[in-house]
């Protein structure tokens, strides 16, 4: 009995190894959790902005209402259901004034235009008029900084 219980002394030893294929299957799930949702993070539509020289958006400012035209004269806002899915004049104009009626503050939510820079110029200002007759009592445009600038 003695030699018995030296023998199930030595076997019951320290493991000295780490097992790492559980710490692999956790970083191998990550991995693909991270390939699935990084596309989705891409907010928005491709469009060329034009570039020139303007300041930048204060960060202390509430999230602005964004309305994109694109170069076939579509629109998108940034804050509806399906921003990447373009709506209809009425619905752009229904959607921003209740946001902005929502937003009864002393400061008014800001509201910004992104032009395609191949956009017809009338659909940019049809955009910007629908925007007003919503309640924006201002409208700005978004503009990419020219490349003379950021170098």
Do not use: C, W
Request: aromatic content about 4%.
């Amino acid at each position: 009995m003695l030699a018995n219980q030296t023998h199930s002394r030595r076997s019951r030893r320290p493991m000295a190894e780490i097992n790492l294929v559980p710490f692999i299957d956790v970083m191998l799930v990550l991995l693909v959790i991270f390939m699935i949702t990084t596309p989705l993070l891409t907010q928005g539509v491709k469009i060329d902005l034009p570039q020139t020289e303007s300041k930048a958006i204060p960060p202390d400012q509430k999230e602005p209402l964004i309305v994109t035209v694109d170069s076939t004269g579509n629109f998108y806002l940034n804050v509806s259901a399906k921003p990447n899915q373009p709506i209809t004049a009425r619905a752009l104009s229904t959607f921003v004034s209740g946001q902005l009626a929502n937003a009864a503050s002393e400061l008014q939510r800001p509201v910004l235009v992104r032009g395609d820079k191949n956009a017809n110029y009338g659909k940019v200002v049809e955009a910007m008029v629908l925007l007003q007759q919503a309640g924006a009592k201002s409208v700005g445009l978004i503009t990419q900084p020219s490349e003379q600038s950021a170098s």
